[in-house]
């Protein structure tokens, strides 16, 4: 600034990088900078998940395989192609070109209780805005069960009892809830539990839900209570998948098959009260993969909107696709405004 130049009264001062003709680049930069480090995190979370998977899928196919059950094949096939949108450099959704949807399958699973517990969770708050209460998660267990078909049937009419009960009515405005089991390898049977999430009117407390669960099982009144601090995580944990698909490994034969012959269309999930409306669209086809739910519009044309390159589509196997998600650094991203 030469001496004696003034400024105008009302224009603003010219202080570097932060005259305002300059700040939409820099917001662009800034916002470049975010989508990478998201994209970059996710994508390696995602490639770690299916690295994870991979082994747990292979074994529970070879032992498909070798007791002749029907459905190794299906299993094979289910996530061994992927038709990925990419401009070359980014992939930016992945969807498999087959899904075998069997609760059991690990890759399936996975992605069931990653679209129930989005899905829910965006019910429960809808519902929580016209219900006052405090959310909480109530767990419900029962002795173990030798047969999961009798555990489940066992609980499932335990709830019932339970519900009808005045007590019950008196203290939860509303439930939502999901069969969970594991396998108990020592004593070789199945321990069959519900975890649910409630809303709470009237405070009550764990030894008196205790008195009234171990009314109507006959006996069991192992239960638990707790406030949820973060509906988030709280409902995660209970969409989670009903079953480790790493225990399957560790049952017998006769198990395993009980639990891959589980009945088709097997009830997993309850709700009631003012979570009524809570129900699961569990058989949603149109499901996806996006990686990320903002790219899930993109087609092949369309220009990536990390480098502006055409994106197009390629289909890839699944060592390939696991292959993409951990080459996703992008050393050459480039940050400029195109404005
Ligand atoms: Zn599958
Ligand atoms: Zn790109």
């Given at each position: 600034m030469t001496p004696g130049t003034q400024l105008e009264p009302n224009s603003q001062p010219l202080i570097s990088g932060r005259n305002s003709t300059f700040t939409p680049s820099l917001d662009t930069v800034q916002q470049v900078d975010n989508h990478e480090r998201e994209f970059r995190r996710a994508s390696q979370s995602k490639s770690e998940r299916w690295t994870l998977r991979t082994p747990t899928k292979r074994d529970i196919v070879a032992r498909l395989e070798r007791l002749s059950a029907e459905d190794a094949s299906r299993?094979?096939?289910?996530?061994?192609?992927?038709?990925?949108?990419?401009?070359?450099?980014?992939?930016?959704?992945?969807?498999?070109?087959?899904?075998?949807?069997?609760?059991?399958?690990?890759?399936?699973?996975?992605?069931?209780?990653?679209?129930?517990?989005?899905?829910?969770?965006?019910?429960?708050?809808?519902?929580?805005?016209?219900?006052?209460?405090?959310?909480?998660?109530?767990?419900?267990?029962?002795?173990?069960?030798?047969?999961?078909?009798?555990?489940?049937?066992?609980?499932?009419?335990?709830?019932?009892?339970?519900?009808?009960?005045?007590?019950?009515?008196?203290?939860?405005?509303?439930?939502?809830?999901?069969?969970?089991?594991?396998?108990?390898?020592?004593?070789n049977d199945f321990h069959v539990h519900l975890h649910l999430i409630i809303l709470r009117g009237k405070f009550w407390n764990q030894s008196d839900i205790s008195d009234v669960w171990r009314d109507v099982t006959g006996d069991s009144f192992i239960v638990d209570i707790r406030e949820i601090k973060d509906a988030h995580k709280g409902v995660k944990e209970v969409c989670k998948y009903p079953m480790k698909p790493a225990d399957l490994m560790k049952m017998p034969d006769d198990k395993f098959l009980e639990v891959v012959n589980m009945k088709k269309g097997t009830r997993m999930f309850i709700s009631g009260g003012c979570f009524y409306n809570v129900k699961l669209d569990d058989a949603d086809d149109a499901a996806d993969d996006s990686i990320f739910s903002q790219f899930a519009d993109l087609t092949e044309g369309d220009a990536c909107p990390l480098c502006n390159e055409e994106l197009f589509d390629l289909y890839v196997n699944r060592a390939q696709h696991i292959g993409l998600h951990e080459l996703n650094a992008m050393p050459n991203l480039i940050k400029t405004n195109s404005s």
């Amino acid at each position: 600034m030469t001496p004696g130049t003034q400024l105008e009264p009302n224009s603003q001062p010219l202080i570097s990088g932060r005259n305002s003709t300059f700040t939409p680049s820099l917001d662009t930069v800034q916002q470049v900078d975010n989508h990478e480090r998201e994209f970059r995190r996710a994508s390696q979370s995602k490639s770690e998940r299916w690295t994870l998977r991979t082994p747990t899928k292979r074994d529970i196919v070879a032992r498909l395989e070798r007791l002749s059950a029907e459905d190794a094949s299906r299993l094979k096939q289910c996530c061994s192609t992927f038709r990925v949108l990419t401009c070359g450099q980014h992939t930016l959704r992945a969807y498999p070109t087959f899904r075998c949807k069997k609760p059991f399958c690990p890759d399936c699973a996975a992605e069931r209780a990653n679209r129930l517990s989005r899905q829910t969770e965006a019910k429960i708050a809808e519902a929580m805005q016209t219900h006052k209460g405090r959310l909480c998660f109530l767990t419900l267990t029962t002795k173990n069960a030798a047969t999961l078909d009798g555990g489940l049937s066992k609980l499932k009419k335990s709830f019932a009892n339970f519900k009808r009960k005045k007590v019950f009515k008196n203290h939860i405005k509303g439930y939502f809830g999901a069969f969970e089991y594991t396998f108990n390898a020592k004593t070789n049977d199945f321990h069959v539990h519900l975890h649910l999430i409630i809303l709470r009117g009237k405070f009550w407390n764990q030894s008196d839900i205790s008195d009234v669960w171990r009314d109507v099982t006959g006996d069991s009144f192992i239960v638990d209570i707790r406030e949820i601090k973060d509906a988030h995580k709280g409902v995660k944990e209970v969409c989670k998948y009903p079953m480790k698909p790493a225990d399957l490994m560790k049952m017998p034969d006769d198990k395993f098959l009980e639990v891959v012959n589980m009945k088709k269309g097997t009830r997993m999930f309850i709700s009631g009260g003012c979570f009524y409306n809570v129900k699961l669209d569990d058989a949603d086809d149109a499901a996806d993969d996006s990686i990320f739910s903002q790219f899930a519009d993109l087609t092949e044309g369309d220009a990536c909107p990390l480098c502006n390159e055409e994106l197009f589509d390629l289909y890839v196997n699944r060592a390939q696709h696991i292959g993409l998600h951990e080459l996703n650094a992008m050393p050459n991203l480039i940050k400029t405004n195109s404005s």
